[in-house]
Nanobody, 120 residues
Framework: QVQLVESGGGLVQPGGSLRLSCAASGRTFSSYYMGWFRQAPGKEREFVASISPNGKGRYYAASVKARFTISRDNAKNTVFLQMISLKPEDTAVYYC?????????????WGQGTQVTVSS
């Protein structure tokens, strides 16, 4: 099982950029599907992006496609979320998740989250 620690959140102006990182402990990181989810105040957690264990499969929510890029470095046990052209509606706590399969379920391990605030 992995443990996850997110970093890189903060306050950014609309149109700005941020890169989130998620560092994982454990020797089996390269076998996990990794994903980013977010939860805004008063809303349910929603899918943002995911990446397959070998990095070749990447999937995005329609609301972030073309603005966000997910990537991973299996040698460093880290997954990234590059965010550009940020909008106020991107404001949320962003969570990193690790899943042994392509379905996000009760077997998913979550990090503690990092706050992203987009505001002028």
């Amino acid at each position: 099982q992995v443990q996850l620690v997110e970093s890189g959140g903060g306050l950014v102006q609309p149109g700005g950029s941020l890169r989130l990182s998620c560092a994982a402990s454990g020797r089996t990181f390269s076998s996990y599907y990794m994903g980013w989810f977010r939860q805004a105040p008063g809303k349910e957690r929603e899918f943002v992006a995911s990446i397959s264990p070998n990095g070749k499969g990447r999937y995005y929510a329609a609301s972030v496609k073309a603005r966000f890029t997910i990537s991973r470095d299996n040698a460093k046990n880290t997954v990234f979320l590059q965010m550009i052209s940020l909008k106020p509606e991107d404001t949320a706590v962003y969570y990193c998740g690790a899943s042994p399969g392509p379905v996000w379920s009760s077997t998913t391990t979550w990090g503690q989250g990092t706050q992203v605030t987009v505001s002028s």
